[in-house]
């Protein structure tokens, strides 16, 4: 098992930052992929950003590629999702993931059913 906490959500202002966090309690948080992912009233979850257990590859939504970076501190069982330049179509429930790889420079991507773990969420609110 493996438990997923996020927290850094809020409210901010469009073109400003926040930065989420993911921690993880449970199994060796080394082994697992992450992800961020969000879901805003009335849409599906979608995809944001994912990241390999080594750090080392990470791939993003095209709706945040060059504003949103994905980051793990293995030795803190911890992931991040820095924001930067914010808007108010990224206004969602921010929601971490983990997924189970074999090799240390994979991620599931975008593959929803690939997570088996996810945290509560986290709000964020970009007001114009």
């Known amino acids: 098992q493996v438990q997923l906490v996020e927290s850094g959500g809020g409210l901010v202002q469009a073109g400003g930052s926040r930065r989420l966090s993911c921690a993880a309690s449970g199994r060796t948080f080394d082994m697992y992929a992450m992800g961020w992912f969000r879901q805003a009233p009335g849409k599906e979850r979608e995809f944001v950003a994912a990241?390999?257990?080594?750090?080392?590859?990470?791939d993003y939504a095209d709706s945040v590629k060059g504003r949103f970076t994905i980051s793990r501190d293995n030795a803190k069982n911890t992931e991040y999702l820095q924001m930067n330049s914010l808007k108010p179509e990224d206004t969602a429930v921010y929601y971490c993931g983990a997924c189970r790889t074999y090799y240390s420079g994979s991620h599931c991507g975008a593959m929803r059913s690939k997570y088996g773990y996810w945290g509560q969420g986290t709000q964020v609110t970009v007001s114009s």
């Open positions: 990241i390999s257990w080594s750090g080392r590859t990470t």
